[in-house]
């Protein structure tokens, strides 16, 4: 499987820049690379995509490494809606596969 | 946001009855999937559909079937509700666009399931 592993859970204080790494050694060369969201009570939400360069979009970045065997979300001054699981995923076959994710809590 | 709808919104069945989810899409992508998700197990793919009656099983698809005989719509059925379908199910659709993963997933909002 196409496997991803981040951190169980994160903190922020509110305003500050979020470093959200995450670790696929597995990658193969045309893998995209996928982040979603997960407020409570709510369905998972896109946030960034990319496959070798970084992107930037209007929620955030996305830092690719070289070797493309980790990348990190780069939320540049969290909200407290910020709060919310944080999902980095890559294909499998032709499927997302989603693991456990990072909690991110946001500090007021 | 992608237009996707899912009905029902909240559903309560009882143990060995039949249950039908539609997803319904606006968007004209291909691919759209059935994911359940649970406490402690996060988000789990049940079948996804890469067209029109194409279909293919997802690691959960056990006591669940699918069909897609329309573009907009992918129906999950569950032939006889058991209290392990309890559930939070998300429906969710991608383009294709070079390849599997080129373009983002959107979810729907949900169906929340109760098998009693």
């Known amino acids: 499987d196409a496997k991803t592993t981040q951190p169980n859970s994160m903190e922020s204080n509110e305003e500050e820049p979020v470093h959200l790494p995450c670790n696929h050694s597995?990658?193969?060369?045309?893998?995209?690379i996928h982040w979603y969201r997960q407020l409570p009570s709510q369905g998972p939400e896109y946030v960034i995509h990319g496959l070798t360069s970084n992107v930037n979009n209007r929620m955030a970045s996305l830092a690719i490494a070289e070797d493309r065997k980790s990348s990190t979300l780069i939320l540049h001054r969290a909200t407290l809606r910020d709060a919310a699981v944080y999902y980095c995923i890559l294909i499998y076959g032709q499927n997302f596969v989603f693991g456990p994710g990072t909690r991110l809590s946001v500090l007021p | 946001d992608a237009g996707i709808t899912q009905s029902p919104r909240h559903k309560v069945t009882e143990t060995g009855t039949p249950v039908t989810l539609r997803c319904h899409q606006t968007?004209?992508?291909?691919?759209m999937y059935w994911y359940r998700q649970d406490p402690g197990h996060g988000l789990r793919l049940i079948h996804y559909?890469?067209?029109?009656?194409?279909?293919d099983k997802g690691e959960v698809s056990d006591g669940y079937s699918v069909s897609r005989s329309k573009t907009e719509d992918f129906l999950l059925t569950l032939e006889s509700a058991t209290s392990s379908q309890t559930s939070v199910y998300f429906c969710?659709?991608?383009?294709?666009?070079?390849?599997?993963?080129?373009?983002?997933?959107?979810f729907g909002n949900g169906t929340r399931l109760t098998v009693t």
């Open positions: 968007e004209n992508h291909r691919y």
């Open positions: 597995t990658i193969s060369g045309t893998d995209y």
């Open positions: 559909s890469y067209g029109v009656k194409d279909t």
């Open positions: 969710a659709i991608s383009e294709f666009v070079g390849q599997i993963g080129g373009s983002p997933l959107h």
